[in-house]
């Protein structure tokens, strides 16, 4: 008689079950023996009476198949022992299996760690090999020698291939032949049968990098399309089909007869030295769901998964795991989740809702994993998307820790994917993503210094505050292709606002962008080939004099911005570094245009020559300057005259239809200047000084002077 719809209650005394903490053999016997009488009677929901249950050291709890268990009020203790692996509740590839209200704790503070080792796989609740569609609802996992909680796959595998004995020039023919005119292919020779019990077990395979999830010197897969190639078991040849690296290839989906496959792809054979894959039949946890679950004060992680498609945490608590507690330190990695080993393997992986802090090493890692999701959660602790990855979303959530990481795949920058941040809110930490592609859009970034490297770093409507007198470069912009848009960045206190290096972008683009500066003493805003300024502000405040500056190589346009008692300086090469100038391409390709320069306080005089208040140029061999307000105001205490403007001329300069204006509220020496220089030059310069050729016209001098010094007049 089939009891689908009925509630199978373990009888404690049938099955010798102690729930008083004792006799942890029998009653782990006892507990496994009566869930699978209840699965065998298809008994779909069992519940467990409330207690304490003492789980034998050697033993798990075994979970059945398409079983609902109730563990309100019970409690899983792990007998001490000294082994360096083990759970408590096992789910071993079962199916449609949920877990409802355990607490399940370790052995952590009495366990014998004398036989070495770091013995850190001792989890509480395990999902591995094949698992599919489990549901971990309102448990708790605490004091564990490893994980709270753990998701782990085996590494089974067809064989591997080992460039160059099982690879060849060429691609597959219409005849199932290699065709080794196709130069630009590579071709696995070796075949693998795919009728034997490994592959019919889980029912698919898939290429795959080397253990460490690599493929070797010379290649890059991950971006490129895999050629599935099938064969009936006397050669015939039955076609292919594309697929990707770590992308199942389901046997059910394979054309009738197959018996057989190889694979090729595009990649030049001769670039490759000592490449190892293999083809994987992995036996991978799948739809694994911890909802509402709790982790803390185990010895490793609060939860790991080491192999994974599919996985969710929604509503869980992870916290105070990997810290020292009386009688054991922790052990790394030390976060409150880990994600890594298996690599691209690991796949959709979504945490949602959650609240992960006060973890020894940091809130989150993950490694070359392909899909991370991280919604509306609340992180205290470092927070980290590494390795070689693939697509991090990040949406609706706050840290309070600093946050690191890329979106790259295989170390090639321009096969990187997306490291999003959406919405999101950062507290008091630092922000670098420095490889890949990074993409900031509507975020809060409080008491946070920012870093943005790799091939793309866009920001959109963001907003920063830094307040830290002790730290420097609070902003730093060293992508090759950097875009800000509609963003505020507050720099209230610091060293130095911001660093870059020469020509460490190829092009960056400022667009409505505020920065706004305080007491810190400046930097380097961008080191660029080429720079867009469209509409921004750069205003500054407070006693600290402050200099900054940008490094243009190639192209400039700077229009329609304003500069309020800011120092700036454009350089077409780098100064303080090996001497460089812009190269002179015959037509001007610096432009500074319909701005507005601000100065109402006093200064302070920089020792070096380009520094002074307002804006400068230097090292640009042809720029144009035009239109642009250079407005000095006297509040009642001289300012003195002040260099406005000042350019060190290289071949071409147009300076037209400027106006230089000196408003004076009392009588004093106050005076605005635009200084026309020679050619600067550092001292032992092996750089040749120019003819200069000068267009001056339609300029507006309003108690104002427009100065050419003896130094330029040499070289007109």
């Known amino acids: 008689m089939a009891n689908t719809d009925e509630t199978y209650v373990v009888e404690l005394i049938r099955w010798g079950i102690k729930n008083d903490g004792t006799n942890a053999l029998n009653s782990t016997n006892g507990i496994n023996l009566a869930f699978k009488w209840a699965r065998n009677n298809k008994y779909n929901t069992v519940v467990l009476p409330a207690g304490q249950y003492l789980i034998e050291k050697n033993s798990s709890v075994v979970l059945q198949n398409n079983t609902h268990y109730k563990f309100y ?31 399940i704790k370790g052995d952590r503070e009495s366990h014998n760690y004398s036989s070495g080792g770091t013995h850190e796989w001792g989890h509480g609740i395990e999902c591995k090999n094949s698992c599919y569609n489990i549901y971990i609802k309102n448990c ?17 595998s067809l064989g591997g291939v080992q460039h160059p004995a099982h690879f060849s020039k060429g691609d597959i023919n219409v005849q199932g032949d290699i065709d080794t005119t196709k130069n630009d292919y590579t071709t696995v020779s070796k075949f693998f049968d795919v009728t034997g019990p490994l592959v019919r077990e889980v029912g698919y395979f898939y290429y795959a990098g080397d253990g460490y999830g690599g493929y070797g010197t010379g290649s890059n897969l991950n971006k490129t399309i895999i050629k599935v190639h099938f064969y009936k078991a006397d050669g ?3 076609g292919f089909r594309n697929s990707r690296s770590y992308e199942f290839m389901y046997l059910d989906s394979l054309p009738v007869g197959t018996a057989k496959v190889r694979f090729s792809f595009l990649q030049n054979y001769d670039l490759m030295s000592g490449n190892l894959h293999y083809v994987m039949c992995a036996k991978i946890p799948q739809y694994i769901n911890f909802i509402n679950c709790q982790s803390h004060k185990n010895r490793r992680l609060g939860a790991s998964i080491n192999g994974g498609r599919f996985i969710t945490f929604d509503s869980c608590e992870i916290y105070n795991n990997s810290n020292r507690m009386i009688n054991s330190n922790g052990t790394n990695p030390g976060y409150g989740i880990d994600v890594e080993d298996g690599y691209m393997t690991n796949q959709k992986i979504t945490i949602r809702n959650c609240n992960i802090y006060d973890n020894r090493a940091g809130a989150f890692v993950c490694v070359s994993t392909r899909g991370v999701h991280v919604e509306n959660n609340k992180f205290r602790g470092s927070f980290v998307f590494s390795g070689s990855g693939d697509d991090y979303f990040s949406l609706n959530n706050m840290y309070y820790g600093g946050i690191s990481g890329r979106s790259i795949t295989s170390g090639v920058e321009a096969d990187g994917t997306f490291c999003t941040f959406r919405n999101d809110s ?42 830290d007198p002790d730290k420097d470069a609070a902003l730093g912009f060293f992508g090759k292709n950097v875009e800000i848009y509609n963003s505020l960045f507050d720099i209230r206190r610091s ?31 961008v080191g660029t080939k080429n720079l867009i300024v469209n509409k921004c502000e750069f205003i500054h405040s407070g006693n600290t004099t402050n200099y900054s500056r940008m490094m243009v190589s190639e192209s400039m346009k700077v229009e329609d911005s304003i500069f309020k008692n800011q120092s700036f300086r454009f350089d077409g090469g780098d100064i303080n570094g090996t001497e460089k100038l812009a190269n ?15 100065w109402d306080v006093p200064y302070s005089t920089y020792t070096h020559e380009a520094r002074g208040p307002g804006i400068s140029f230097l090292y640009i061999p042809r720029v144009k300057i035009f239109n642009n307000i250079f407005h000095v105001i006297d509040k009642g205490i001289s300012i003195g005259s002040l260099y406005t403007l000042r350019i060190f001329t290289e071949n071409h300069l147009n300076l037209s239809n400027n106006t230089i204006l000196t408003t004076k509220s009392s009588n004093t020496n106050t005076k605005g200047t635009i200084t026309i220089e020679g050619a600067y030059r550092k001292s032992g310069s092996t750089i040749a000084i120019p003819k200069t050729t000068i267009v001056d016209q339609n300029n507006v001098k309003i108690n104002s002077d427009i100065i050419y010094t003896n130094n330029l007049n040499n070289q007109l």
Do not use: P, W
């Not at 019970?74 to 607490?103: H, P, Q, R």
């Not at 130095?496 to 400046?522: D, Q």
């Not at 001007?588 to 601000?598: G, L, M, P, V």
């Open 495 to 525: 060293k130095g606002t911001s660093s870059a290096s020469y020509n460490s972008s190829e092009n960056v683009i400022l667009s409505n962008v505020k920065f706004i500066t305080r007491e810190t003493s400046g930097g380097h805003y």
């Open 73 to 103: 009020d019970c409690m899983f203790n792990k007998e001490s022992n000294n082994l360096t692996s083990y759970s408590i509740l096992s789910c071993d590839s079962v199916k449609n299996v949920t877990i409802e209200g355990a607490l």
């Open 140 to 156: 708790e996992a605490t004091e564990c020698t490893g994980d709270g909680f753990v998701t782990s796959m085996d590494f089974s």
């Open 426 to 467: 950062v507290f008091g930490e630092s922000v670098s993503i420095l490889a890949g592609n990074t993409t900031l859009e509507n975020c809060v970034f409080s008491k946070t210094s920012l870093s943005l490297g790799g091939e793309t770093a866009k920001v959109f409507n963001c907003k920063l505050t830094f307040d």
């Open 584 to 598: 002179d391409t015959g037509y001007i390709t610096h432009s500074f245009k319909n701005n507005k320069i601000i």
């Open 236 to 238: 015939s040849y039955l």
